[in-house]
């Protein structure tokens, strides 16, 4: 079945970085756009970035846009979302999901505090 395991959450100042991974296994991995969401307390899950399956092209939301960039290594069946100059507002757990199917993981908490 779909499994996605995301790590590398943590705390972290702000101006900080981190580098979020998640591991997905159960479907062909190189065929799906993949994305990063994340739900901040109390707050709707929200879509962070996108990429594609073959191409690489990227989209991002623009609260991230020019310090988030996702990336994918299709032989490792493994998507990351490096993260730099985080903000308190990036707090959120982080999700990773594959287009059009419906698994979610458990998320990975990234909190933003000094």
């Known amino acids: 079945q779909v499994q996605l395991v995301e790590s590398g959450g943590g705390l972290v100042q702000p101006g900080g970085s981190l580098r979020l991974s998640c591991a997905a296994s159960g479907f062909t991995f190189g065929n799906y756009y993949m994305s990063w969401y994340r739900q901040p307390p109390g707050k709707e899950r929200e879509l962070v970035a996108g990429?594609?399956?073959?191409?690489?092209?990227?989209n991002y939301a623009d609260s991230v846009k020019g310090r988030f960039t996702i990336s994918r290594d299709n032989s490792k069946r493994t998507v990351y979302l490096q993260m730099n100059s985080l903000k308190p507002e990036d707090t959120a757990v982080y999700y990773c999901?594959?287009?059009?199917?419906?698994?979610w993981g458990r998320g990975t908490q990234v909190t933003v505090s000094s």
């Open positions: 990429i594609t399956g073959s191409s690489g092209s990227t």
């Open positions: 999901k594959a287009g059009g199917l419906a698994s």
